[in-house]
């Protein structure tokens, strides 16, 4: 079956620095691979997505690449802020699924000044 | 961009009631609605998959008769914990999505989320 797995948190990193948020999936066929983001005591919002090998997504200065050699769709932000500091969701849809999404245990995100 | 609003945003009743939830598209169809139950601190767990005009499916587990689930339009469906207990407060979310458009399945847009406590 389909499969997630994003790096464990929580990741604390000071304002300015780099961010890379580590997802590797299982699926078969060519899946859509999307990173949500959630904000305390809220739903979780779409923050970029790709639906095939090699596209790159990118929003609010974040970005990800499918990576269909490695089965890998890491998310990356060249200077975090404050205002980042949320939980991170990696999240598939497989093909044929109805869009039915199979989410990583998601990373938490802690920014401070 | 797409817009799903949830309601109530959070609720506290007495054990032994019933509560209903709302989950709206409303800027696009959504043939199909997923509800979720998410832990303090863990990932989101499928409760069931809603397409309008039809029966949900339920994830393994989940009991059918405890959370009903009614698709009735293309911008509405809704949760009912029926004879709600303490083991039901949770964080409850939904999520609408247009379907598939060109072969390539749409993303879900997730409302806001519903906290229930049951007392």
């Known amino acids: 079956g389909n499969s997630v797995t994003q790096m464990e948190g929580p990741v604390t990193l000071s304002e300015e620095a780099f961010l890379t948020i580590n997802c590797t999936y299982t699926?078969?066929?060519?899946?859509?691979l999307f990173w949500y983001v959630q904000y305390p005591g809220e739903g979780l919002q779409l923050l970029l997505k790709?639906?095939?090998?090699?596209d790159k997504g990118s929003n609010k200065g974040f970005e990800a690449t499918y990576r269909k050699e490695t089965t890998s769709f890491h998310l990356e932000k060249g200077s975090v802020q404050v205002s980042d500091s949320a939980v991170y969701f990696c999240?598939?849809?497989?093909?044929?699924?109805?869009?039915?999404?199979?989410f990583g245990t998601g990373t938490r995100l802690q920014v401070t000044l | 961009g797409a817009v799903v609003s949830q309601h109530p945003s959070w609720v506290i009743c007495k054990s032994g009631t019933s509560v209903k939830i709302e989950c709206r598209s409303l800027?696009?169809?959504?043939?199909?609605m997923f509800w979720y139950r998410q832990f303090p601190k863990q990932s989101l767990m499928l409760m069931a998959t809603?397409?309008?005009?039809?029966?949900?499916?339920?994830e393994q587990g989940v009991e059918k008769d405890k959370f009903l689930i009614n698709h009735a339009s293309l911008t509405l469906s809704t949760l009912t914990v029926t004879s709600a207990h303490p083991e039901d407060s949770s964080f409850y979310i939904c999520?609408?999505?247009?379907?598939?458009?060109?072969?390539?399945?749409?993303?879900?847009?997730f409302g806001d989320g519903t906290r229930l406590s049951i007392l």
């Open positions: 999240a598939l849809s497989g093909a044929g699924t109805a869009s039915k999404l199979t």
């Open positions: 790709a639906t095939k090998a090699d």
């Open positions: 800027d696009f169809q959504a043939t199909t």
């Open positions: 809603s397409n309008e005009g039809s029966k949900a499916t339920y």
């Open positions: 999520s609408a999505t247009s379907g598939t458009a060109g072969g390539v399945n749409q993303p879900q847009h």
């Open positions: 699926a078969t066929g060519y899946p859509s």
